[in-house]
């Protein structure tokens, strides 16, 4: 069974500051993994998309990293802003087209 | 783009009756659709994975006979939660992707809440 674990749960901090998220996957034959951001009692949003070929990708303030000999994967988030407050989720799928398996997020809390 | 909506967004209802949620994609063909739940606090879990022209294929555990799955054509997909009963309340989020597509398109999710 997939598993991806996401550390830490939550996490605070003050406006301004870098933060990293991790992801880990038990099964590291993965075919791409994905960062998604979703906002209390919303959908998903897409923030970026790693094939599995990859090291990193950029977009703005967030780079995410894929070590996919380790399983783990972070999602670095530069000069946070109150805006970025939401919960952040990885996934994993393991072909083209097939179901992600997400992690447990990371609820994360930008304080102004 | 590549657009998903799902319909209703919300949706509350009597024990024992059935909701019909609706996943569509609007600006592309999508041969596979999947079905996530997501309970308060949890994240996502695939029910099942909805294939264009044939049954849907249901992870262990989700009752097929509780959780109808229709994907009658290439841009709708419906799920119907039959008798639904409070612990079917649920946040219930579709996905769709493109033929030989990386990355699959997320709904806006639909909150069912049985009371």
């Known amino acids: 069974k997939q598993e991806v674990t996401q550390i830490p749960a939550a996490l605070s901090v003050p406006e301004g500051e870098n933060l990293v998220l991790n992801c880990s996957f038990t099964?590291?034959?993965?075919?791409?993994l994905q960062w998604f951001r979703q906002d209390p009692g919303k959908g998903l949003t897409s923030l970026l998309l790693i094939q599995s070929s990859q090291r990193e990708q950029t977009s703005g303030r967030l780079n995410a990293s894929l070590d996919k000999s380790s399983g783990r994967s972070t999602l670095y988030i530069a000069a946070s802003q109150p805006g970025d407050s939401a919960t952040y989720l990885c996934a994993v799928s393991y072909d083209t087209g097939n179901q992600f398996y997400f992690g447990t997020g990371t609820s994360l809390t930008v304080i102004p | 783009g590549a657009v998903v909506s799902q319909h209703p967004s919300w949706v509350i209802c009597k024990s024992g009756t059935s909701v019909k949620i609706e996943c569509r994609s609007l600006?592309?063909?999508?041969?596979?659709m999947f079905w996530y739940r997501q309970f308060p606090k949890q994240s996502l879990m695939l029910m099942a994975t909805?294939?264009?022209?044939?049954?849907?294929?249901?992870e262990q555990g989700v009752e097929k006979d509780k959780f109808l799955i229709n994907h009658a054509s290439l841009t709708l997909s419906t799920l119907t939660v039959t008798s639904a009963h409070p612990e079917d309340s649920s946040f219930y989020i579709c996905?769709?992707?493109?033929?030989?597509?990386?990355?699959?398109?997320f709904g806006p999710g639909t909150r069912l809440l049985v009371l």
């Open positions: 099964d590291s034959a993965i075919y791409n």
């Open positions: 996905s769709a992707s493109k033929p030989l597509s990386e990355t699959q398109y």
């Open positions: 600006d592309f063909q999508a041969t596979t």
């Open positions: 909805s294939n264009e022209g044939s049954k849907a294929t249901y």
